[in-house]
């Protein structure tokens, strides 16, 4: 009798590097239970680019949860009052929302419990990011070894590891390997402020790193912009 695949909850956004993050999960054979957020952030065009990216590599189940992040603001995703700079920034940009990946991964945890899933993917970056600070592996450990105090699952002994493939991998890299695995990157979208149709603003700094990764790359930009 054959050995059941490993389960995993893999944290869709819609984006480039998530996108990656499942394909490579999906490669190493595991099960994947994709989850979303609908979080109140600004473009809601990136939860269709994630359907989009779940059909794409045939994953069969998919879940969108609905949380009100709009409701505390302080971040220019979820605050209209808040502008997207269309330049670099210094420090921690506007565009972190605040304590986002925690209670992504909280909730990824939860699910992975009940799944009696033993990793959760995430697809944060170390290399080239926005400067985040719940992208960064030092979050990353400490939210495992929480997550193994505070669980059934890493009380019983079996454990939770919370995957970073991407952590230390260029964009350019990112961009390879995706493309490696069969990704078609034109259903994706990176954009903060991308329109109702699918069209991304161009001067963000997420779509300044998609636009820089690719072209390192060597790669046709598939991305549809706003034309100006």
Not at 75 to 93: F, K, R, W
Request: aromatic residues 8%.
């Amino acid at each position: 009798m054959s050995t059941p695949a490993p389960k995993a909850v893999v944290l869709l956004s819609g984006g480039l590097d998530s996108a990656t993050a499942l394909a490579m999960a999906k490669s190493q054979g595991f099960q994947c239970y994709v989850l979303s957020f609908d979080y109140g952030q600004r473009s809601l065009t990136e939860l269709n680019a994630a359907r989009r990216i779940v059909e794409q590599l045939a994953i069969s189940e998919h879940r969108i949860i609905r949380l009100h992040l709009e409701d505390f603001g302080g971040s220019a995703l979820t605050d209209h009052d808040i502008d997207v700079p269309d330049h670099e920034t210094g420090g921690i940009p506007v565009t972190y929302v605040p304590a986002r990946n925690t209670v992504f991964l909280s909730l990824a945890l939860g699910w992975a419990e009940v799944l009696e899933a033993d990793s959760i993917f995430i697809g944060v970056n170390a290399v080239d990011y926005s400067g985040y600070p719940d992208c960064r592996p030092e979050f990353i450990d400490a939210f495992e070894k929480m997550a193994n105090l505070a669980t059934k699952t890493g009380v019983s002994g079996q454990g939770i590891t919370i995957k970073t493939p991407l952590m230390n991998m260029s964009k350019s890299d990112i961009i390879r390997e995706g493309l490696a695995l069969g990704i078609n990157y034109a259903d994706t979208i990176s954009c903060y402020q991308a329109d109702d149709n699918g069209f991304a603003c161009g001067v963000c700094d997420s779509c300044r790193l998609r636009a820089k990764g690719f072209e390192d790359a060597g790669i046709i930009d598939p991305t549809r912009y706003i034309s100006v």
